[in-house]
């Protein structure tokens, strides 16, 4: 069965600092992969999608980046971390269906 | 642009009570609607809805489309502590791999 993990479960950062926050997903292959922001306990917001190795796109003009350097390695990095940059950071993985399915997210705090 | 919208944002109910909660959507080329279920961390996946006037039922939770009104409800009824989450919809629509969802629904059952 697949799995997805995220890590770290919880981060406090300073302002200005750099970020990178890790998910992967096992058990299945060429997976489409999504990095969503929700704050306070509201929607979620897609920050950045992808459907294979090396491809990004990017929904919303803000601080951070995403890279996919393994078929089922998706990370969501920044170089100077905003104050607005906190929240909780969440993973998402789809295969030939619609359904995405959600890792257990970071809640990032930037101080 | 895409929209889905949730209502109301937050509703307060007794144990045993039957709440119905709303989504509508504005999206090019609508294929489906989902319904999710946050409580903590990660949301997990309720229902999928593609044909307009069929509903789906998972125990005391059911959902129903109608894309005449571009909308689709939640519906639980007899109500627990349990069910206290956020709930999100969120719309697929043709030709994108990628979902839009709404703000979400805060639900909280008092004993």
């Known amino acids: 069965s697949q799995t997805i993990h995220q890590w770290p479960a919880t981060l406090v950062q300073p302002v200005g600092s750099p970020l990178s926050l890790e998910c992967t997903v096992e058990g299945t292959s060429n997976p489409n992969l999504y990095w969503y922001r929700q704050a306070a306990g509201r929607g979620l917001q897609l920050l950045f999608y992808?459907?294979?190795?090396?491809?990004i796109s990017s929904e919303v003009p803000q601080n951070l980046s995403a890279s996919r350097p393994q078929d089922r390695q998706f990370i969501l990095s920044s170089k100077k971390l905003l104050l607005s940059d906190s929240g909780f950071y969440l993973c998402?993985?789809?295969?030939?269906?619609?359904?995405?399915?959600f890792g257990p997210g970071t809640r990032l705090t930037v101080l | 642009e895409d929209k889905v919208v949730q209502s109301p944002l937050s509703l307060v109910v007794h144990e045993g009570d039957t709440v119905t909660l709303n989504c509508s959507y504005e999206v090019t080329n609508f294929r489906s609607l989902l319904w999710y279920k946050q409580e903590k961390k990660a949301p997990t996946f309720l229902f999928m809805l593609?044909?307009?006037?069929i509903e789906k039922k998972s125990g005391r939770l059911s959902s129903i489309l109608d894309k005449k009104e571009l909308s689709s409800i939640l519906n639980i009824t007899a109500t627990q502590t349990g069910d206290s989450a956020i709930y999100l919809c969120?719309?697929?629509?043709?030709?994108?791999?990628?979902?839009?969802f709404g703000q979400g629904t805060r639900l909280t059952i008092n004993p």
């Open positions: 998402a993985w789809s295969g030939l269906a619609v359904e995405q399915f």
């Open positions: 992808s459907v294979g190795i090396g491809q």
């Open positions: 593609t044909s307009s006037g």
């Open positions: 969120a719309a697929y629509f043709q030709g994108a791999q990628k979902l839009v």
